[in-house]
Nanobody, 118 residues
Framework: QVQPVESGGGLVQPGGSLRLSCAAS????????MGWYRQAPGKQRELVAR???????AYADSVKGRFTISRDNAKNTVYLQMNSLKPEDTAVYYC????????????WGQGTQVTVSS
């Protein structure tokens, strides 16, 4: 089993910054893509950012230019640097890890709350 564990959420004022981390542990043979998703109350879970094993990144249009995803392969860790946060960024943020051994839909963390409010 692969277990991702997120950290770094919290309460921040509009315009502020937060950095999320997600470390994957367990019986990992290899990790392919890693990503961040979010789910706001009453809304579906959506992709925020994703990074492949080769470092290729993809972002939701709503966060382009404000969020940056990166990874440390030696630590099996993915990061999400969030700048210029807006109230609409408020959500539970989930880490997803596509690894071997494979799991349908990848492995999910338990989520970390990000609240942007004055």
């Amino acid at each position: 089993q692969v277990q991702p564990v997120e950290s770094g959420g919290g309460l921040v004022q509009p315009g502020g910054s937060l950095r999320l981390s997600c470390a994957a542990s367990g019986s990992i043979f290899s990790i392919n893509a890693m990503g961040w998703y979010r789910q706001a109350p009453g809304k579906q879970r959506e992709l925020v950012a994703r990074i492949t094993g080769g470092g290729r990144t993809a972002y939701a249009d709503s966060v382009k230019g404000r969020f940056t995803i990166s990874r440390d392969n030696a630590k099996n860790t993915v990061y999400l640097q969030m700048n210029s946060l807006k109230p609409e960024d408020t959500a539970v943020y989930y880490c997803n890890v596509e690894a071997i051994p494979r799991a349908v839909g990848g492995y999910w963390g338990q989520g970390t709350q990000v609240t942007v409010s004055s």
